[in-house]
């Protein structure tokens, strides 16, 4: 099995699981694997963990509203 169809049946099984159990980051990253197949997932996932904590500790210490907070971090 090549790397395109390894990304294509995770893929599949990512698309067959309910709206609210879909990994979106893991998603994208398997479709950004396709155009750079030695991208490092983890490493991104890592960062997407890291901003999402600057964001959660921001959002409750903050009368920010959450969108102007996120549109800082994006």
Partial sequence: M?????IDKEFSQLAFLAD???DLAHGALL?????YPDLNKSS???RLDQMASRVKLETTANTESEEAILNKHL
């Fill in 31 to 35: 479709i950004a694997t396709a155009a």
């Fill in 20 to 22: 609210d159990r879909i």
């Fill in 44 to 46: 991104y996932l890592e």
């Fill in 2 to 6: 090549d790397l395109t169809d390894t």
